[in-house]
């Protein structure tokens, strides 16, 4: 039994060090989209404005989830049309934060950090995307 413990402790490590976790991108989404959750999330807006926090939220929190889910499918084309899916929103969440920009209510620096560390995403996955050409 207690080999049978140690081989799935391997196998655990050799799954986890193959990990879409282990993807800069992926990590930079993951970071970008709590912080935007948290930034937005303490804030009380009327419903006109929650509408364009709401839809921030929604379409930064795909980056990452289509980043992960591409990585599990078995074909690398596949995973391809993931990350697009991800650049996609990634491309929304500019739109996003450029209106909440303009609404001029909340910190513009902290606003422009969010929409610069959205661009970088933005062109790590599309170097990705182009790595993984046929």
Avoid: C, H
Wanted: proline share 1%.
């Amino acid at each position: 039994m207690a080999q049978t413990t140690k081989n799935i402790v391997r196998l655990n490590v050799a799954v986890t060090q193959n990990s879409y976790k282990n993807l800069i991108v992926y990590q930079k989404a993951v970071d970008l989209s709590y912080e935007i959750i948290k930034y937005f999330s303490d804030i009380n807006l009327p419903k006109s404005k929650e509408f364009i926090v709401l839809q921030l939220l929604r379409a930064i929190a795909s980056v990452g989830a289509n980043i992960a889910e591409g990585y599990g499918r078995f074909y690398k084309k596949y995973y391809r049309q993931f990350l697009s899916i991800a650049r996609g929103s990634s491309f929304e969440s500019d739109y996003w934060l450029e209106m909440i920009d303009k609404l001029d209510e909340f910190d513009k620096e902290k606003v422009r950090d969010f929409v610069n560390r959205n661009t970088e995403l933005s062109k790590m996955l599309t170097a990705t995307m182009k790595r993984l050409q046929d």
